[in-house]
């Protein structure tokens, strides 16, 4: 059991575009036992995303 | 990613020399064949550390120059170890040279000082366009990982570990990785990483009161982490003594004086597993029939009350009958009254009759009025039912209660006589009694490992039920500054894609367990002699299965058979990468792959049965085999199965250099025969 999300004020389009863009960043560096910068990117991904 | 071409310049034994491998179709396997200390596994390891800088030696590991070559050199000068593959992958060729040069540190030195090393990795693309890649490791990395490699390179006693239990987690990661597991798992850690970033962000910026809430989050969040990790490690705990208790009841079933006892335990313990899954289930129905009729008997009094009121009011005439309205519209239908008068429709006396039926709302209240009454007699019966039924549930409990406890005398009885056999076992060195009594210590262990399982995941409900309700109060405390607004809002939508990708993970997750399973199942049975099952279960671990009866049992493997499961679970993996390639699309984000499968001497605990059918099988493992043998392996069943499927085919002419100035060299031999033309 999860707590449940309520994320009406963002929309599924873009949800959809956080989630394929964090998997193409991760997909960069699968092979690296330690990720390189990677945590800056995703969090710069989300606030691409949904700017001020 | 297909092999071309390996050359090697000064790499232990070999001088120089090259190997070109056979490409796919029908000649898939490039067969290279030595005596003992040939070459072969040098010859795989040239490979890795071509690749991936590594080397895996038992004699002299640091020593990866040519002894030959440092004794035709002086003190002081250099000579240069280099390996070069030629390989293609998506369309690309490439050239990766990896590369020491050492410096002859004296007349007796023939190891050596690096001195220089480099790497490189040129490609040319099939348009023509040739470059240089800048991170040669990183690209490798991409076409071939290392942490697979170990899958596609391997020796006979890699593959002889792979089936045992203590490969489950490398079984389990290589599954996960192929299938793209892995690449959605480091996402939702990483997702966790950024949202609580901007978690901080949002503390940063809110209002005192949406401060205190999230602490409090943050505290119940802790709190959830250290149950779900005591429950972990109770998983765990609980797993460990099932099968340290497995192991005490496969000894004493194998010891002549507690055989008997042990198979009446277990006969007992499967019916003492019956008699309490039947009581849960009673206890479901009693819970379902008082919550669906439970009602009844606390309804009852009232019903009753209202259906005497009814009966009077009736009785009355507060509320006319039924019969009133049939009988009026009797008479007017035969068109005379009771008093003889004829009432033809649209005279005064008609009228008058016709007036005595009551109007709509009051037939309406009329019917309604009998249907209750009736309804409240049926109510009636339906609470006797209800306690027949609940009488009868409750004796069926007794009765499998008074089982229950009989058989657990029962059990505690041969507990007992176990406990007074004291006669040493010449096998184990163990008698009945010790093994007996380590078997109750931990049963009671696993009993206490079972409540705080359950105590944890009371728990855990309990928290995330409280999490939910201090969301809430989050949602609905005032955000009065913009930039919490926003933090919040990235907060969340972190949180969402994360879920997402958790419910993602299970689903893929099951489609794995489910296409492995299959694929492994199929190779198996294809290979294997004994009609055993080969299973992926669905913690991934590889287990070969009898089939007793109706239920599949694990069996022990021999050495023979482990190596048949661990090449079906090979090929398979291969397998599943190729039909992932080939079948990828964009939203799946791990294409798979094509991989070439090394193996070194996979042949040497096989009986010369198991050889033929695996020999049968190689071939289709994956697109591109390359096998090392032994002279003696090659001989006999695998030539006869493999020579004709191996596009190229190579002797290690293997020199020990015994005598003065002579130094150990070996020398490949393309055995290939020629195509006729």
């Not at chain 2, 068109?335 to 003889?340: N, S």
């Amino acid at each position: 059991m999860t707590e449940e999300i309520d994320v009406e004020e963002v929309d599924s389009e873009t949800l959809a575009r956080i989630r394929e863009r964090t998997l193409r960043e991760e997909k960069k560096q699968l092979h690296m036992q330690k990720v390189h910068n990677l945590i800056p990117k995703l969090k710069e991904i989300v606030e691409e995303e949904i700017p001020e | 990613m297909r092999l071309h071409r390996l050359h090697l310049t000064n790499f232990r034994q070999f001088r120089t020399g090259s190997i070109t491998f056979a490409q796919g179709g029908d000649n898939n396997v490039t067969v290279i064949h030595g005596q003992n200390g040939s070459g072969k596994t040098t010859l795989r390891n040239a490979l890795t550390w071509v690749l991936y800088g590594d080397v895996n030696f038992s004699l002299r590991p640091n020593h990866l120059g040519s002894q030959g070559a440092f004794a035709e050199v002086e003190p002081g000068d250099s000579i240069r170890v280099e390996v070069t593959l030629e390989f293609e992958d998506e369309d690309i060729d490439y050239e990766l040279s990896r590369w020491v040069e050492y410096q002859k540190q004296t007349a007796s030195d023939y190891q050596g000082e690096i001195i220089d090393e480099d790497v490189s990795l040129t490609f040319t693309k099939s348009d023509g366009t040739r470059g240089t890649r800048n991170n040669p490791q990183d690209s490798i990395e991409q076409i071939l990982p290392h942490r697979l490699s170990s899958l596609f390179f391997f020796d006979g006693e890699y593959i002889t570990q792979l089936s045992e239990k203590r490969s489950d987690d490398e079984i389990r990661e290589a599954i996960q990785n192929i299938m793209g597991l892995k690449i959605i798992e480091r996402s939702i850690d990483h997702l966790e990483t950024v949202e609580a970033r901007f978690e901080d962000e949002l503390q940063d910026a809110a209002s005192s009161e949406l401060k205190s809430l999230m602490e409090t989050r943050s505290e119940l969040r802790s709190t959830k982490e250290d149950h779900e990790q005591a429950l972990e490690s109770a998983e765990e705990t609980r797993d460990t003594l099932i099968s340290e208790i497995g192991e005490i009841k496969r000894k004493l079933e194998q010891i002549d004086d507690s055989a008997g006892l042990e198979e009446d335990r277990t006969q007992l313990e499967n019916e003492l597993q019956q008699v309490e899954t039947r009581i849960e289930e009673i206890n479901d129905e009693i819970e379902d029939t008082i919550s669906t009729k439970g009602h009844l008997p606390f309804a009852m009094p009232a019903v009753e009350a209202t259906a005497k009121d009814l009966d009077k009011l009736r009785d009355q005439g507060a509320i006319p009958s039924e019969v009133s309205n049939q009988f009026v519209d009797r008479l007017l239908d035969d068109e005379e009254c009771i008093c003889g008068r004829p009432l033809e429709p649209g005279t005064e006396a008609y009228t008058s009759v016709a007036s005595y039926k009551s109007e709509a709302v009051t037939e309406g209240f009329d019917q309604a009025a009998i249907r209750i009454i009736s309804h409240l007699t049926q109510l009636d019966s339906e609470r006797d039912d209800y306690f027949e039924t609940i009488d009868e549930l409750l004796q069926q409990r007794s009765e499998l209660r008074d089982s229950e406890q009989e058989i657990a005398e029962e059990l505690s009885e041969i507990s007992a006589k176990l406990e007074k056999i004291d006669v040493v076992d010449p096998e184990t060195g163990e008698t009945p009694a010790e093994l007996e009594s380590a078997r109750e210590k931990k049963a009671d262990q696993l009993e206490d490992a079972k409540a705080d399982i359950v105590r944890h995941e009371i728990k855990i409900e309990e928290l995330d039920a409280d999490l939910k309700e201090i969301n809430t109060q989050i949602d609905d405390a005032r955000q009065d500054k913009k930039e919490a607004e926003l933090a919040r809002k990235r907060m969340r939508a972190t949180e969402s894609v994360r879920q997402q990708l958790e419910s993602s993970f299970d689903q893929l997750q099951t489609r794995v367990r489910n296409w492995s399973n299959k694929l492994v199942d199929d190779t198996f049975a294809e290979i294997a002699t004994k009609e055993y099952k080969a299973e992926i279960t669905d913690e991934f671990e590889l287990r070969i299965k009898d089939q007793i009866q109706d239920e599949y049992l694990e069996v022990e493997k021999s050495r023979g058979e482990r190596q048949i499961a661990s090449l079906t679970f090979i090929g398979s993996l291969v397998q599943i990468a190729r039909e992932r390639y080939e079948s990828s699309s964009d939203s799946e984000h791990f294409s798979g792959g094509i991989y070439p499968i090394v193996m070194d001497s996979p042949f040497g605990a096989l009986d010369s049965d198991h050889r033929r059918q695996v020999s049968a099988v190689v071939p289709r493992m994956a697109e591109q085999v390359v096998v090392l043998v032994t002279d003696s392996q090659w001989r006999g069943p695998v030539a006869n199965e493999l020579g004709g499927r191996a596009g190229k085919q190579y002797r290690l002419a293997f020199d020990s250099g015994e005598g003065m100035g002579n130094y150990p060299r070996t020398t490949i031999e393309d055995e290939t025969p020629k195509q006729e033309i």
